[in-house]
């Protein structure tokens, strides 16, 4: 299962096409419209948010809320398309009176891309490279979700810092898979603790007023997972490579660790690896899950848990300096209407592309051609590895 996404930030649309979804699987698009808004909140988000209110239509490969096994188009249409018409429009001669964007913000792609693509005009970068693109991810996200909850795969998140406001936690790795997702969804900032939210809303609020842009930390958790999903003989089997990879696409995400991360390499390997145990109920299993859920590129079977960190956001009210590529003349970076902190949204955005690596890994291991067959393998396979444990 993989998707593609087309669209500019202040196009008509933002589209995407998800290919290798088998047939039979129920599809819900209030899920899906819900997982948008999740995605559009937050504390510290612009005005773009107040415009947009992302609703996704289905095109194709579904019928009577069930997927045919044929790619499937999603579309989720931009409000704020009728006050770029002639700035963006797809056809035509340019306008005479069109304001080019040569003043490239420091930490985008914009004189990166422009420099690559020979163009001008930076809006030609920026338009795709902008953050708005990854509504069409979470909208092809919600087959690969629905797909993860029929085989009883939970996926969910929550922020761990913003800026220098930290969610302290005594054992997280052994605290994060009974946070409750109400619990975050209530929070403006996705932090299950209220003492931290605040804090961390503290900071925003002191950014915006400084004109500044704040980064931070947030944890992705996945419940349900059987072990040995993945593989370790190539280096394109194993999971971490598959999700570093996954939520390295994401924009502004410049840090990964499974588990306890970095924090291992500082310990001896006893208070590092997990012993195993073994139970009547669970069969083969963790006392701990420092690893975070992976091993050897393969999931153990405990709750997968990564950890991403976010940069601040380029886009700042008071613009650092930049080079004008007209002129070459020293000046303020352009602005865009942008958000004072997205670190909530960007934790939605990573689910998503945690459930298509995963989504995509079960069909490997147990095929793709209709849920009644996977559901079947599914079963199959829980049974056999609980009989290796007895």
């Known amino acids: 299962m993989h998707y593609i996404t087309a669209g500019e930030s202040h196009g008509p649309a933002l589209t995407a096409i998800v290919d290798g979804v088998p047939a039979g699987l129920k599809?819900?698009?209030?899920?899906?419209?819900?997982?948008?808004?999740?995605?559009?909140?937050?504390?510290?988000?612009?005005?773009?948010?107040?415009?947009?209110?992302?609703?996704?239509?289905?095109?194709?490969?579904?019928?009577?809320?069930?997927?045919?096994?044929?790619?499937?188009?999603?579309?989720?249409?931009?409000r704020d398309w009728e006050n770029w018409t002639e700035r963006m429009a797809p056809l035509g001669d340019v306008p005479d009176e069109l304001v080019r964007e040569v003043t490239?913000?420091?930490?985008?792609?914009?004189?990166?891309?422009?420099?690559?693509?020979?163009?001008?005009?930076?809006?030609?970068?920026?338009?795709?490279?902008?953050?708005?693109?990854?509504?069409?991810?979470?909208?092809?996200?919600?087959?690969?979700?629905?797909?993860?909850?029929?085989l009883g795969v939970e996926i969910f998140s929550y922020v761990t810092r913003i800026g220098s406001a930290k969610f302290v936690e005594d054992e997280p790795m052994l605290a994060a898979p009974d946070y409750k997702p109400l619990d975050i969804e209530m929070s403006d900032v996705r932090c299950p603790d209220e003492e931290a939210s605040e804090a961390m809303k503290a900071a925003i609020d002191a950014a915006r007023d400084a004109g500044e842009s704040l980064g931070g930390t947030f944890r992705v958790v996945v419940l349900g997972l059987l072990p040995g999903i993945g593989g370790y003989a190539t280096p394109s089997e194993r999971l971490t490579s598959r999700i570093g990879a996954a939520l390295f696409s994401i924009p502004a995400i410049k840090g990964v660790e499974f588990g306890k991360g970095f924090a291992t390499a500082s310990e001896v390997g006893s208070r590092v690896h997990d012993p195993i145990i073994q139970s009547s109920k669970d069969g083969f299993s963790r006392s701990s899950n420092n690893a975070g859920g992976l091993e050897g590129g393969m999931t153990t079977g405990m709750p997968l848990i990564v950890t991403a960190?976010?940069?601040?956001?380029?886009?700042?009210?008071?613009?650092?300096?930049?080079?004008?590529?007209?002129?070459?003349?020293?000046?303020?970076?352009?602005?865009?209407?942008?958000?004072?902190?997205?670190?909530?949204?960007?934790?939605?955005?990573?689910?998503?592309?945690?459930?298509?690596?995963?989504?995509?890994?079960?069909?490997?291991?147990?095929?793709?051609?209709?849920?009644?067959?996977?559901?079947?393998?599914?079963?199959?396979?829980?049974?056999?590895?609980?009989?290796?444990?007895?």
């Not at 650092?320 to 007209?326: E, K, S």
């Not at 989504?359 to 559901?375: C, P, S, V, W």
Request: aromatic content about 4%.
């Open 309 to 390: 960190a976010m940069k601040p956001i380029p886009t700042l009210a008071n613009p650092l300096t930049t080079v004008n590529m007209d002129t070459l003349e020293v000046e303020e970076a352009s602005k865009e209407r942008s958000d004072v902190c997205a670190v909530p949204a960007c934790a939605v955005v990573a689910e998503s592309e945690v459930a298509f690596v995963l989504a995509n890994a079960y069909l490997e291991r147990f095929g793709d051609a209709n849920m009644t067959d996977i559901r079947a393998a599914v079963k199959a396979y829980r049974q056999r590895i609980k009989t290796m444990s007895r």
């Open 104 to 150: 490239p913000r420091p930490g985008h792609a914009d004189l990166v891309g422009a420099l690559k693509t020979n163009t001008d005009d930076c809006r030609n970068i920026l338009e795709r490279a902008s953050a708005r693109e990854t509504a069409a991810r979470v909208a092809a996200a919600g087959i690969a979700r629905e797909f993860l909850a029929d």
């Open 27 to 78: 599809v819900s698009l209030r899920q899906i419209d819900s997982d948008l808004a999740r995605r559009q909140s937050g504390y510290g988000r612009g005005g773009r948010q107040a415009i947009e209110k992302d609703h996704a239509e289905i095109l194709s490969g579904v019928r009577f809320g069930k997927t045919l096994g044929t790619p499937i188009a999603l579309q989720i249409r931009n």
